[in-house]
């Protein structure tokens, strides 16, 4: 069990570039959650994943941002035309199927900064 | 949503029980408490969790009340490597209620001293 991987650990970009970020879960998990973290705040759910299928969205999911996982294993979370407002830490997390109250698993984050 | 409430901060000396409060009064009856720590720069970990009864693992002990409103994380012997924000979570139901997404509240500083 090597954890839920997340790259890169740091992004800085520019306002107005596109920005992806890349997950890789505990394998056989099949469950993949994305969270969003701001200064002095808990982490904010964004996004779920159950194999392939993205299940569920957050309201905080604008137009600009955009999950997938392809082949049910590793995730990417894009953001576009970033704004300053996106500077935070963006969390994955990965849990089994099954039992409802198995525990989701994070990585240590993408840290974006916008410029 | 159930939700719940911890105080900002606490401090501990080394060595000492830690014990961590959370109120959550609202809790429906198939809601599992969930506890989390976060050290900085670092995602958040998963400690322990439990529905009705005392749970206990190599990391800590989950004491629920009664009436679950309320329950209590025990670090049995802090040290300065338990310095972190831990988060008292009541784990949300979302979409057909076999998986569920994690409701953070701002959490409790525990530092722990010498």
């Known amino acids: 069990d090597t954890g839920v991987s997340q790259n890169p650990r740091h992004k800085i970009t520019k306002r107005g570039q596109n920005v992806t970020f890349r997950c890789d879960p505990i394998?056989?998990?099949?469950?993949l959650y994305w969270y969003r973290q701001t200064l002095g705040q808990g982490p904010e759910f964004l996004t779920y994943?159950?194999?392939?299928?993205?299940?569920?969205k957050s309201r905080l999911l604008s137009d600009r941002f955009s999950a997938e996982r392809p082949k049910g294993s590793f995730s990417t979370l894009e953001i576009q035309r970033t704004e300053q407002g996106d500077s935070a830490m963006y969390l994955c997390a990965s849990s089994p199927s099954g039992l409802g109250n198995q525990p989701q698993h994070f990585g240590d984050g993408t840290r974006l900064s916008i410029l | 949503d159930a939700k719940t409430t911890q105080p900002t901060s606490m401090d501990c000396a080394e060595g000492r029980a830690a014990n961590l409060p959370c109120n959550h009064s609202t809790i429906s009856g198939n809601e599992y408490v969930y506890w989390y720590r976060q050290i900085h720069s670092q995602g958040p970990q998963y400690i322990i969790h439990g529905l009705k009864n005392n749970e206990t693992n190599e990391m800590a002990s989950l004491i629920i009340t009664e009436d679950r409103k309320s329950s209590t994380l025990i670090l049995p012997h802090a040290t300065l490597r338990d310095t972190a924000v831990y988060y008292c979570i009541v784990r949300t139901t979302i979409n057909t209620g076999t998986a569920s997404k994690l409701t953070f509240g701002t959490g409790t500083r525990l530092q722990v001293t010498l």
């Open positions: 994943f159950q194999n392939e299928a993205q299940l569920e």
């Open positions: 394998s056989e998990h099949n469950r």
